[in-house]
């Protein structure tokens, strides 16, 4: 049989190969281990904001002993019912400054008014009618009062991410439940909150995943090119021919960048426009901020691909390196699941992905509109990964000279 | 010599894994000169270009070109260098590839045109010069590569085996060619197995096991080995050169 020795030989020579053995190795488990990881489904250190302005007392008339007063703390006991680990609970003395926060600093806000406490236990005594309670010793039975709902407890919630919006309306629903089922009553969540979202609920799954979709296409495509492109020419001699020439590494850098950013700026149009005319995605924003983000994205795309062509010994290889950076931006850069469900140890992983940046820039400037002062951080860092990419690039370069 | 020294090696050392491929090589070149670099397969010629041209960091010992010491950015306007595999641009056409290379030497648009004039006739590749490297054979290719490290004029010049693959006729008007910039004060190092060609130099270095051997005009040469023509030469000296003294 030939056909074995033809296999024999290509084991031999992947074998023979020790990066080309280790990649083989590492990347399943390096794909199962971050899937595996990522894919909680819960959602941990969601910051929200509460300001509890509940005085905790109701106010009941008794057929024993006329009106009394009781301390239920029902806003209190809300908010001790809601889930620590997913929820980082800011907690204000001003309603507006808390709404203000909602789309920026907090995925929601929920405001108790003085009457909380008050409005649930008259709401519970009329909706179960007489009940016994002890009250100083002695067993009094609570009467249904005059109707006395008081303004209602206001939720305002970031729907951008309709997944984290409808996870936190389900652990509030959740708390709520808790807390009314020790009170034995039969008050619905829907009557006491309303509810206010910040989109109207016109965020579709679609609009919200697109832009990290587009992202992680820009990702694929830009990394393969560069780096293919820079392997090529070390592998052909070409660079040799190049570096030898009286021109700078930082100039090469600089030439490939332009090149590819280009290319990078046309395929990010054509992703746009295809996906605004075809699906009619969400884009309330400013297409200026967005090509800047995409500008600063490419441009740390190529300094990472042009690192790993430094690494990798020929295009195949070149391959496999580059799947190390998509693997995980599809996975952990926020673009299905939100950052918020992922254990510390992957979120830290997710920080170092270029595309957690630009997808969030993407999202808040596309879903939100929101201008280039709400992008300060996601520019900083995209720009920061460029310019240190593109330098560490530029030492790559020079040393491929070298080893070409 | 009166003539200055443009490249003086002293001590080259290279070693990869146990092999040295140079060992303890020292070297000088005066302007003008046509130097020859002859030696078996795997003497270290290749590895000792590279060296020369800052291509490749020596282990031990330092190279100057031209007065600059090596690895050096100013001498690149002013070198040449041809490496041993072809180094082109297969998906562009030949003068796509002298116009590119042309513009990193930041030569005009006119200079390259007049240049490349010049050089596609000496390959003689002036009819083909629209057509895509990638179609063409490996003795054409090579010719490609030729014209592009030659085309910027450079004072100095490596070529690693520039005629390997190319036809008798062509090889002689290359080494005419390499003849004519040599007395235009071209310094010129080439590489070959052919004794032909070593015997158009001015100077020839036998290179083995990653030492000079022996080094002189291809007259001496045959002096000192008692042969009559340099293949015998080259013979006799890689027979000396295995046997451990
Ligand atoms: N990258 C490398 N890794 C390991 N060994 C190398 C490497 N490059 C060169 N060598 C070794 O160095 C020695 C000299 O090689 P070099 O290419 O300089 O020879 P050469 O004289 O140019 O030969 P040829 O006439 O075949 O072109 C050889 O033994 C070769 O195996
Ligand atoms: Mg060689």
Redo the contacts between chains.
Sequence with gaps: MTSLAVARNVLRRILRDGRTLALIIILPLFFVLIYGNSFSGSYSDLTIVIVNADNGLASVRTQEVGRITLTVDLAAAFVSALDPDVFDIVILDDADEAFSMVGTEAWAALAFPKSFSNAVVSQAIRSSGERKVQFEGSSVTLLPSEIDAGPPTRLVIDDSNPLVASAVIAAFNDAFTAVLETQQSSVTVESLLNVQRLYEGKIRMLDFTAPGIIGFAMTLITVMLTAMAVVRERT???L?????????AWEVTMGYTLAFSLIALFQAAELFLVSLWLFDIRFVGDPGAVILVIVLFAVGLQGIATLMSTVAKNEAQAMQFVLFLLIPSIMLSGVFWPLETMPATMRAISYAIPLTYANSALRKIMLTGQGLGALTFELSVLGAIAVVTLLLSVISMRRQ??T? | MTAEHVIRAQGLRKVYGKRAALDGLSLSVAQGQLYGLAGPNGAGKTTLIRTL?????PDEGEATLLGWKMPS?RV??Q?G?M?Q??????DLSVMQNLEF?GQ???LRRAQVRERADELLDLVQLTDRKRDRVGTFSGGMRRRVSLA?SLLHKPRLAFLDEPTAGVDPKLRRSFWDYFNALADQDVTLVVTTHLVEEAQRCHLVGFLMAGKLLTQGKPEEILAQTGTDNLDDAFIVLQERGEVPS
């Design positions: 052909g001699g070409t040799t021919r190049i570096l030898i020439a009286p021109i700078s000279a070298y070409a | 041209c800052g291509l490749l960091r950015t690149r306007s070198l260098y490496p595999d072809f180094a082109v641009y297969n290379f990193l030497y930041s592009i």
